[in-house]
């Protein structure tokens, strides 16, 4: 059986430092790698590129995944920046909305983690809540991750891979505002928050809100790699 071959998109830092440097770097957290790993992908890393390249990148996958991260511009579907909203990545904001055309268009499996399910909401004509409470830890803390559950919505694809309610790792003050007109909501939290959504039909496209790559459930993951798996 062969190895499916899952691209997870990265940061672009105008500044990272590691050993004796401190230099611009594209960086991802070693958990998205590592949950592609552990579910049974090989996993690429794919920093921002000229867009017109996305359709060349896809066709060398077998899936994809656009990781979580700085907020989506409030541009792409036609909003006023809200104060709390942070500043723009425009090169990822480009080049995954390219990936994730490129992947809607020719089949490949898409898995969006939390940015990422956001994106792939905008990506459809979709838009965002700007900031929502209650979403990263009780306190609040920068930089760590919160814990809520999620009910799946019995009969999506969601909730054939886990169809029970379940804790899930979370950190983020944005989410779905109008859904997409091509999606269904997957999952909510106990406050009626769109936690998943998905693309109906033959197309394998699911996003989840949280962070699957902070957990020990690999259920999300493997689906993704399981339905890339061409061999």
Avoid: F, K
């Avoid at 050993?19 to 049974?40: C, T």
């Amino acid at each position: 059986m062969s190895v499916p071959l899952i691209g997870v998109t990265t940061y672009l830092e105008p500044v990272a430092r590691w050993g004796v440097w401190e230099l611009p770097a594209a960086l991802l957290p070693s958990a998205y790698p590592r949950l592609v790993q552990r579910s049974g992908g090989l996993a690429a890393l794919l920093s921002p590129d000229d867009p017109a390249r996305a359709a060349a990148a896809v066709a060398r996958l077998d899936g994809l995944v656009v990781a979580g991260g700085a907020d989506v511009e409030p541009v792409r579907y036609g909003a006023e920046r809200d104060a709390r909203t942070g500043p723009p990545a425009r090169e990822r904001d480009m080049w995954e909305l390219a990936l994730l055309d490129a992947a809607l268009q020719s089949g490949t499996p898409v898995l969006g983690i939390c940015r990422g399910m956001q994106l792939l909401n905008v990506a459809l004509g979709g838009t965002l809540t700007q900031h929502l409470d209650g979403h990263t830890n009780p306190l609040g803390t920068p930089g760590v991750l919160g814990e809520h559950p999620v009910t799946p919505v019995p009969g999506t694809l969601y909730a054939s891979i886990v169809p029970e309610e379940s804790s899930v790792p979370t950190y983020h003050h944005q989410a779905v505002d109008v859904l997409a007109p091509d999606l269904v909501a997957s999952a909510h939290a106990a406050d009626g928050t769109v936690e998943a959504v998905e693309l109906p039909g033959a197309r394998w496209a699911l996003g989840v809100q949280w962070h699957p790559e902070m957990g020990d459930d690999l259920r999300v993951m493997r689906a993704l790699v399981a339905a890339s798996n061409r061999g």
